[in-house]
């Protein structure tokens, strides 16, 4: 049985990337003309809260099934840009880290609904690719792309998720 | 054989003189180390499982002890029993020590630190939580995971030094002594019996999912009481890899690549994944380190007049 203390402690650290998402997104105004895009911030945003709900149940204040919606409009929404930005600019431009995070916290609730998960091995695979994903930012992050704050938020869900993931197999 | 004189660490390891090649993005040796930080973060995440928290941690460790020589034994008893004491508290602590050594090799600043930690970390997990491997004990097999991840983790840590390259001899040298050791391991009497790898073969598959457990299964069975067959089999096999690296660039390269099949076919059929899916695995165990290691050995490609490419 994991100590919940561990649990809370994550989760702090998914609430410190969801405040940091949420200051961006709103500091970038994309209500205004000219503002800058925060596709970026707004989904660290919903899958840090959506972590948070996993990891500490207390705070779980959304339904399943609605961060499930969420997350596979979410996917989508990558799936598309993903499509749209190879085309235009090849495969460089693939939000890789994005679809990896949205499909591994999609598997993260559907998993959860049936325990035990009928496809532990998955919840392994992602949680080597998203740990591989982090390891991967940090380098670059090293070089100085891209920058800290959105290297370190993507090295924190990451992480978190492949612990969730780990802990939930 | 100087056109082999290449690459633990990507070829800047054997290579002689300072390496010039343009920073174009991480090299082969970057690469590696990635590879090797990655596999750091993974142990982290697996000990933080939640069986971690338990006694059965410490009592995994303290089973390690059995066989080995009382100066061996007893400070792994002390360490396992402590363990058990202070389950949640000592596992926090080394599940953070192995996702900071994960972090802190992937980020380059921190690389050396933390690549010269695990050292010393892998060193104190081999004696204190693999009991070497099993080395003195006269069980250690190398299709269940001899000489030890641990051990592993340091020799790649040691090939993967970013400053000055190893000296290719003693990094060849390293490698020998590795699979010879192996060679060795695989012909000794607990291993080399007729129904030895059958019997260990067949217990892999406790408490693995179904498909697993059919493969280990099968695989026992295909061996059946040969035994004796297989050992000198592995024991030649790992005995072709071991010169290997003393070969000319073509059969150099050929042994290599046995000797990644080798570290596959040991990982997936002699470890179960490492028992990964059975629950309960601090590390992924040799398999995927050997691989690793084989391909910190691959030869830098050497046309004539080339300068240093990967």
Known sequence: ?169 | MSEIAVVAGGRAAWRDGPDTAPDTGPDTRRVLQLALAGLWLLDALLQYQPMMFSKAFGQTLAATADGNPGFIARPITWDATLIQQHAVALNVVFATIQLLLGLGIAFRPTARLALAASVAWSAGVWWFGEGLGGMLTGTANPVTGAPGAAILYALLAVLLWPARPAAARAARALWLVLWLTLAWLALQPANRAPRALHDTLASMGSGEPGRVAVLERDAAAVIGGHGLAASIVLAAAFTLVAIGVYLPRPAALSTLVLAVAIAVVIWVIGEAFGMILAGGATDPNSGPLLALLALAYWPARTAPGEGRRS
């Open chain 1, 1 to 169: 049985m994991l100590p919940a203390w561990i649990l809370d402690a994550f989760a702090a650290v998914m609430l410190a990337v969801a405040a940091v998402s949420a200051a961006r997104a709103a500091a970038a105004r994309p209500w205004r003309r000219g503002g800058t895009a925060v596709g970026t911030d707004v989904a660290h945003l919903l899958m840090a809260i959506a972590m948070i709900g996993m990891l500490t149940g207390s705070l779980r204040a959304i339904p399943v099934v609605a961060w499930e919606s969420a997350l596979s409009v979410l996917m989508a929404w990558f799936v598309f840009r993903a499509g749209r930005d190879v085309r235009t600019r090849g495969l460089r431009a693939l939000p890789g880290a994005h679809l990896l995070h949205c499909a591994a916290m999609l598997y993260m609730f559907l998993a959860a609904a049936q325990q035990p998960s009928r496809y532990p091995a998955l919840a392994y695979a992602f949680a080597l690719a998203l740990a591989g994903y982090a390891v991967w930012d940090l380098d670059r992050l090293s070089a100085g792309r891209p920058s800290v704050v959105t290297a370190g938020c993507r090295t924190a869900m990451g992480v978190t998720m492949a612990f969730m993931l780990i802990a939930m197999a």
